[in-house]
């Protein structure tokens, strides 16, 4: 399925560096577990292991998709690192090596080619990976709500873009909170472009649960607190059943989020992800 989402060039490139290492370590007497370097020149670094992480990351989030799609389950939950959404078709950026939110659309594609998807990005960051690979893709839709300015720098305007119209940048100022600023354009922008009655009906809805807007995260500096991502997840429940007839599947998949100390303020990665479980039941 990576191949399917990535230039096969590309997969083949990163498997063949992370075993010739681990295999080079070996020879040398040495532990096969180890340090590459980085892959594209600025944050994104590779071990011996990360190629065969990706795949199993990958198979969590495909995994996800069959529970929902072939078993009988109305939700599922992949928790996997490295994240993915920044991963573009060839390119290696922002922590991410594999793309795989789209893997798992892309999954869901090859079981029901006419399936309507759509992705809910609430990362901080604009998931410009996501937007490259489904440039091509018309029955899925992606929506990302991000700070502005902040990596990858993209996405700095509220619009709808793209061959089929299916991407929508929500920019989220620095120092929002759920009340001033983020809850507004969560519910009157981004739900509705997940799913409108008539307009979008999807089959499956994709969550990138990034939890780096939280205001601990040092990466960012959106001030979300830990409950606002059981809101929110509340609240795209609530859009769901106001606006389908029928339920569609729902994945949730663990982007970003960074900050693991207990007892900071306003939550932590873990907290927040409770917060959001809670609401999903």
Same mark, same amino acid.
């Given at each position: 399925? #990576?191949?399917?989402?990535?230039? &096969? ?8 560096? *992370? ?24 944050? !994104?670094?590779? !071990?011996?292991? %990360? ?30 690192? +490295? +994240? ?11 922590? *991410? ?15 029901? +080619? ?5 992705? #809910? $990005? ?9 937007? /490259?690979?489904? /440039? ?12 502005? &300015?902040?990596? &990858? ?17 929500? &920019? ?14 969560? !519910? ?14 999807? $089959? ?16 960012? %500096? ?25 339920? +569609?599947?729902?994945?949730?998949? #663990? ?6 100390? $207990? ?12 917060? !959001? ?5």
């Amino acid at each position: 399925m #990576l191949r399917k989402v990535h230039d &096969p060039s590309y997969v083949a490139s990163l498997q063949n560096k *992370c075993e010739a290492s681990r295999q080079r370590r070996i020879d040398e007497g040495n532990d096969e577990l180890g340090w590459i370097g980085y892959i594209d020149g600025s944050d !994104t670094y590779v !071990t011996t292991e %990360s190629y065969d992480v990706g795949v199993r990351a990958t198979g969590a989030w495909i995994r996800a998709v069959d529970a929902v799609l072939v078993g009988s389950h109305n939700n599922a939950v992949a928790l996997t690192r +490295p +994240p993915g959404h920044h991963a573009t078709h060839s390119v290696s950026n922002g922590f *991410c090596i594999f793309n795989f939110a789209m893997a798992a659309a892309a999954h869901a594609l090859s079981i029901n +080619p006419s399936m309507k998807i759509s992705i #809910l $990005d609430w990362d901080v960051h604009f998931g410009q990976g996501l937007m /490259d690979i489904l /440039d091509k893709c018309s029955n899925v839709r992606y929506v990302s709500l991000h700070q502005v &300015p902040c990596f &990858p720098y993209e996405g700095q305007s509220r619009k709808v873009q793209g061959r089929y119209d299916n991407v929508m940048t929500i &920019p989220i100022q620095p120092e929002s909170t759920w009340s001033c600023g983020y809850r507004e354009l969560f !519910t009157k922008y981004a739900l509705p472009f997940v799913c409108s009655r008539d307009e979008w009906e999807p $089959d499956l809805i994709i969550v990138c649960a990034g939890y780096d807007a939280l205001d601990s995260d040092e990466l960012a %500096s959106v001030n979300l607190v830990a409950k606002d991502y059981g809101e929110m997840t509340r609240l795209l429940n609530e859009q769901i059943g106001n606006s389908l007839s029928e339920q +569609p599947a729902l994945v949730f998949g #663990l982007e970003g989020g960074y900050q693991l100390r $207990d007892g900071v303020a306003g939550g932590n990665l873990s907290d927040a992800l409770i917060e !959001t479980l809670k609401a999903m039941q």
